[in-house]
């Protein structure tokens, strides 16, 4: 009768198996040891998203410094205040249509007529083909020319020089206008001469409406204009060319004739005071 064989098959099957055995116990010995030893490395790249972006950098918000007693202040509030300060003395004044600025405090309106023979006059009469004729002094025999020589001088400051280019350009697109009487006039003429030369011939013109005269710089799309009206209000002597009239009257409310066509501007210079100050007696009309 044969034995049963199991045991040597068992013995066998147990020799073979062995190698398997220790391969196994070896791999999972060399898992364990590098888990051990990178535990810390895994762990925290396990915590983290697969597309990881770095977070947002905090910064510290600036605790301020609150004035304590005894008059102290703090270092924020102490900067501040220097900073205040400095911006101050670097205050300046900028004067329209002028170059350069003036110091801040600098009251242009107080001052003198000073003489200055180097830098005036900034245009000559013969040289400006808009002056009217009867304003034309040296054509008409004036033999003193000192009166060209004066310019005004503030109190402890200078006028920056006028630059015509800069003024046209900071009159571009817009409508300036001068209303009064014949020395607002003046004015106006005096202006037009000291901004044509920076012109080219070609794209300045100068025309009369009535009482209206308008001088274009085409490429600025600007214009300079005059409006005749000596008591801004309405009168008799509203004519642009007869207007000495010798008993004068005036509509002291009534603007509305002469106030339709400043409608628009963007600059408006008004000079009057001549006409009321002649002392001659006038009749003044207000409306019921």
């Known amino acids: 009768m044969m034995k049963p064989q199991h045991g040597a098959a068992g013995g066998g099957g147990h020799g073979r198996r062995t190698p398997f055995l220790t391969s196994y116990a070896l791999t999972l010995a060399f898992i364990t040891f590098v888990s ?27 605790h301020p410094h609150v004035p304590m007693g005894g008059g102290k202040v703090g270092p924020v509030v102490a900067e501040k205040k220097a900073a205040a300060a400095a911006a101050e003395e670097k205050e300046v004044l900028s004067l ?31 040289e400006c083909p808009y002056i009217q004729p009867q304003l034309t002094c040296k054509a008409h025999g004036r033999p003193d020319t000192a009166y060209r020589h004066w310019r005004w001088q503030p109190r402890g400051c200078s006028l920056p020089s006028f630059n015509a280019t800069l003024m046209l350009e900071m009159l ?13 006039r003046g004015q106006y003429v005096s202006l ?87 002392g001659q007696k006038m009749k003044i009309l207000f409306d019921c």
């Open 36 to 62: 051990l030893l990178y535990f810390k490395d895994f762990s925290s790249t396990l915590h983290q998203p697969f597309l990881h972006h770095p977070p947002p950098r905090h910064r510290p918000r600036p």
């Open 172 to 184: 571009r697109g817009k409508r300036m206008l001068f209303v009064g009487d014949s020395l607002n």
């Open 96 to 126: 329209p249509f002028a170059v350069g600025r003036a110091a801040a405090g600098c009251d242009v309106s107080r001052g003198e007529w000073v003489y200055d023979e180097a830098a005036r006059p900034l245009y000559q009469e013969e």
């Open 192 to 278: 037009v001469c000291l901004l044509h030369r920076a012109i080219p011939e070609s794209s300045k013109s100068m025309e009369t409406f009535d009482s209206l005269t308008v001088f274009r710089a085409k490429d600025y799309n600007a214009t300079i204009e005059f409006y005749w009206a000596p008591f801004l209000a309405e009168s008799n002597s509203d004519d642009a060319v007869v207007h000495r009239v010798t008993d004068r009257i005036v509509r002291g409310t009534a603007i509305e004739k002469h106030a339709k066509f400043w409608k628009g501007a963007d600059v408006v210079v008004f000079n009057t005071y001549l006409w009321w100050m002649t």
